[in-house]
């Protein structure tokens, strides 16, 4: 599969910071949300926790 | 962006970096073993809790003054300071020490099954873990040393904010996620402490800011002593304080609280004199009755002479703040599955702050300037090797 470039056309501010502004939501969230019960919120928590991982792992298994 | 607005963040982003880099990967290395402490204590001492059938220590067992008094006996005498309570078991803990108001490393921490009112023996604050938690805590150094760390904690979250800024011109033509390790190291070594940087913000700024609260607990508990604790025993005021041999029953008290906050469940008692009471009190601390307030203790002032109720209050919002702080910055609260991913964040955590050093290390000979293209640019300029 061809790779897709890395360097493109000139992005708004808030374009780039939208993908970090989500992870870093899902990141608070989920620590908050552990701390408010067991069970489904332990499981959603570490969901969310994981998230940042996932995407950094994803891209570092398609990296140049 | 600016190249005259890049230069100043990047400067804020250097200094509190290189202040602070050397702290923060003590603090992540010796944080990491901490996330597990419970499994790893269970694993060298075995899991003395799980083989002690019974209710919890919170709820039931032989009387308190039984307890203390068998406690105070292997002491060899002195004074009692605090109690501490499970919520899961029997175990039940008392801390002895010569005076009420004796310095952490003249107290002696002992153990019992409360069910059956046995001794499960004596606590020893040493070992590895303990080692680990020290150096974490203070480096040896007491409070000038939270103090100190504190201080690195605050450098940590500017180094963070100001990555952030610089993150924006830095990607400017970039796609999100953008690793390109088969040009030089350097943009190698951009690229990764970009992306993980930005990936583990979240988790990074509730670790920083829950540290720097936590840094600060000994005064914030010294002052929810003098203030808000004061204004609830006002009518003490200009009395001397209690000598221990007037101690009265810590049975009564507790069922003197316990009946003004019916439900509730004690996590420790403060002895008088010591620094989680007054001179005059037994100083109960309830945890609150749903899993996120169970985090937030609510003091009882108890008159330890005649176990009459003085006052229960809600502590200070700094202070609430303090207790809530403990578990989102040692991580465990989640059970095994987020304490693992934790550890990666705390790993991944210190590759930023290595990565982070080596750009900081190579390249110093070209200046600012070259420093400041090479944000603006994304790493086309000024990266080349």
Known sequence: MKRRADRIGQQSVVRIVAVPAVLAAAS??????????????DALSAILVFLPLAVFARHWSRRG | MQQATI?????????????????????????????????????????????????????????????????????????????GFSQESPLITVTAGPRPDAAADEMRLFSFNRTTGESVGEIKEEGVMHFLLQLHTDMFLGLPGMLFLGVMGFLFVVAIASGVVLY???????????LRTARSARVRRLDYHNLLGVVTLGWALVVGLTGIINAFAD????????????????????QPPLDPGRFGSIDTAMAAAKAAQPGLSPQFIGFPGGAWSSAHHYAIFFQGDTPLTSHVLTPALVDAET?????????PPLNQALMLSKPLHFGDYGGLPLKLLWALLDIATIWVLVTGLYLWLGKRANGTDARVAEIATGGAIGSMV
């Open chain 1, 28 to 41: 608070l969230a989920g620590l908050v949300l552990g701390l408010t019960g067991e069970g489904w919120r």
């Open chain 2, 307 to 315: 176990g009459k109720l003085t006052d229960m209050r809600s502590m």
């Open chain 2, 7 to 83: 230069r100043t963040w990047f400067l804020v982003h250097k200094w509190s970096s290189i202040v602070s880099t050397l702290f923060l990967v003590m603090l992540c290395v010796t944080g990491l073993p901490l996330i597990f402490h419970d499994e790893i204590e269970a694993l060298a001492d075995g899991d003395l809790e799980a083989s002690m059938p019974g209710p919890a220590s919170a709820s039931d067992g032989k009387p308190l003054d039984v307890i203390v008094a068998k406690a105070l006996a292997e002491n060899g005498g002195g004074v009692p300071l605090f109690i």
């Open chain 2, 219 to 238: 005064p914030l508990t010294d002052s929810w002593r003098e203030g808000a604790m004061a204004e609830m025993m006002a009518a003490y005021k200009g």
């Open chain 2, 168 to 178: 924006v011109p830095f990607m400017r033509r970039l796609r999100f996620g953008t």
